[in-house]
């Protein structure tokens, strides 16, 4: 029998759905070796079992000064602008020893308790932006709802004054278009945001308070502090990484939901009766089965390698693709398929080792908080358009619709 062809990647087709290339790739060629729509050749591992070793791995670098890059890649594999605005030494891009120290000191400021004690706020942020379309009968999820409430949690929790929010919503919203605004636009808003971060951190050293920016000035380790330039890459990290994360999260969750009536309505049931266990392994699941992150982000061979079968060379870029990892069958169980109720589920929505996501309790607070208060509110939610009319964003690490519009019955006040 004849190998079908490989399939084409990339194209706005396999935006939409990439499943199917992803499981061919699987099959005939778990590690290859793609060339980018920038023009970087770099290695796609698609297994989960290389995954997790390539995610592991101390000799897979992210530094970008590890990247053996000709001319026309130069500064084509991180965020559009970070380079220039002086924000490159944070966690997804350094290794240890500067990342375990960090890490270490970050990991005293973003404490599980601080994300615990922070869940009424979600809740009334959530409450908030729902009662502004809760009685139109219809919005676009990702704009009016999935969008907003990250960055108004984020910058709550960094310490950003109200006053300053729609700031950070506007230059949020030229970082997550990618493509779609004007040219240079994403590498403006990081250097604005770099900016206002920089004046921000300078007001708390003088003032601190009880937010994370003014926790990070505070966490010493061995009497070593961040320095202002690290204070500010690592406030812009969490934003960044933090934000557009949880907006994927939670416009795919609903879209799968509305995809699956079937599951949809457990939750909705489980809910109705007061239980939260199938809310939580449902965030889980949906996170597994079309999460938010598609291609964890750089790494850099810095020595030979052999993965999957293949020889990767120093400064190889190796790109580990989440979402073909995250439907293996060979790790999980009837992978295509949507089950909220799965119980071994250990996805790489957020990583695996030293790089495994920091920000993961506040996402997974968002995002469950987000389809609960959604799903109750709104109980016959549904797409407001044809499916084949959703777009999906372009972009190589992320993976989110552009637009979600939904329909509902209007809330009464």
């Known amino acids: 029998m004849s190998q079908s062809p490989a399939p084409e990647l990339f194209t706005w087709e396999f935006a939409t759905d990439p499943y199917p290339a992803y499981a061919w790739l699987r099959e005939h060629a778990p590690v290859h070796r793609a060339t980018l729509p920038s023009g970087v050749e770099a290695w796609l591992v698609t297994r989960y079992g290389d995954a997790r070793q390539a995610l592991a791995d101390q000799r897979l670098s992210k530094n970008p000064a590890h990247h053996d890059e000709p001319a026309h890649a130069k500064g084509k594999t991180g965020i559009p602008g970070e380079r220039k605005a002086e924000l490159m030494t944070h966690l997804l891009n350094i290794d240890p020893p500067d990342h375990t120290r960090l890490r270490r000191l970050v990991s005293k400021a973003f404490t ?11 809740q009334e942020l959530t409450d908030r932006l729902i009662d502004g379309f809760a009685a139109k009968g219809e919005a676009d ?3 009016e709802f999935a969008f907003p409430l990250p960055i108004y949690a984020i910058c709550d929790l960094l310490g950003v004054p109200r006053e300053d929010q729609d700031d950070f919503r506007d230059w949020a919203g030229m970082m997550i278009r990618h493509g779609g605004g004007p040219r240079g636009g994403v590498a403006r808003s990081v250097k604005k945001m770099r900016g206002y971060l920089a004046e921000l951190i300078h007001r708390k050293r003088l003032e601190p308070g009880d937010d994370l920016i003014s926790g990070l000035i505070r966490a010493s380790d061995h009497g070593e502090h961040l320095t202002e330039n690290e204070a500010a890459a690592m406030a812009f990290i969490l934003l960044f990484a933090g934000f557009e994360t949880t907006v994927n999260l939670i416009g795919n969750g609903v879209y799968a939901l509305l995809r699956n009536p079937g599951q949809r309505l457990r939750l909705q ?6 239980e939260t266990g199938l809310l939580a392994t449902g965030v889980e699941e949906l996170l597994r089965y079309d999460g938010p992150v598609e291609l964890a982000t750089w790494r850099f061979a810095t020595e030979p390698l052999t993965l999957g079968g293949q020889e990767i060379r120093p400064g190889d870029p190796v790109l580990v693709v989440l979402a073909a990892a995250d439907r293996d069958p060979e790790r999980f169980a009837e992978p295509d398929v949507l089950d909220l109720s799965r119980r071994d ?3 790489l929505g957020y990583g695996h080792g030293i790089h495994y996501c920091l920000g993961a309790p506040l996402a997974r607070l968002e995002g469950q908080t987000a389809l609960a208060t959604l799903l109750t ?7 407001g358009v044809d499916p084949a009319e959703l777009r999906w964003r372009g972009g190589l690490i992320m993976r989110g619709l552009r637009t979600l519009p939904v329909a509902f019955t209007p809330e009464r006040s």
């Open 112 to 122: 599980p308790r601080r994300v615990a004690e922070f869940a009424p706020r979600v």
């Open 141 to 143: 999820l990702i704009h």
């Open 269 to 274: 049931e489980s809910l109705a009766a007061g």
């Open 345 to 347: 589920n250990q996805h």
């Open 377 to 383: 509110r709104l109980p016959d939610l549904r797409l």
